[in-house]
């Protein structure tokens, strides 16, 4: 069977042997970040096309995922939300440094079910969930004391009671055509295998890197 490179000294030992499923390569790889990472092991860059037709990228935090994509959390009314409502398709990458790999993956984007947003939405700590209601996320803001000043308004207007989740916050879903893994490998002799969509399952090509 095709195997990624396992004499880098920085990779995590382990069997990386690949298999025909994407998604439990994927978890195998996002477990051993969660291991070795310091820092937001699920940080990865989201990639969107502006009104204008030019890319926009940033951080955001995958909050989930399965055979079915993977999901991340964010105000509708921001740039990113708004780019998806005109262009419903993304691209995202997860690199981490201390394990030398990375993963790329693009597809089509839909919403989660209120259900999945309401119920990450309840998960979150509380200042978070007041921060989510009170930002106007994207729009321009005449300084901070302003955005603290709301945030200890809905602070005091929902006490310890319930802080329901607002119409404009919820989740999306990228649905993968394309994943690929990445591997660094001495004298710039990298690992790539892509796995590209084919009908209700995946095939998969090595790269030159």
Known sequence: MDQLRTDDPKA???DFTLSDDPFAL???WMRDAEAAEPEDPNAMALATAGSDGLPDVRMVLLKGFDAHGFVFYTNVQSAKGEELARNPQAALVL???SLRRQIRARGPVTPVTPEEADAYFESRRR???LGA????QSRPLADRATLMATVTELASRYEDGPIPRPEHWTGFRISPVSLEFWQNGDYRLHDRVRFTRAGDGWSRSRLYP
């Open 12 to 14: 995590p030992a382990g």
């Open 26 to 28: 994927f978890s195998t």
């Open 95 to 97: 690199h981490w440094k």
């Open 127 to 129: 200042e978070s969930r």
């Open 133 to 136: 209601i009170a930002s106007q």
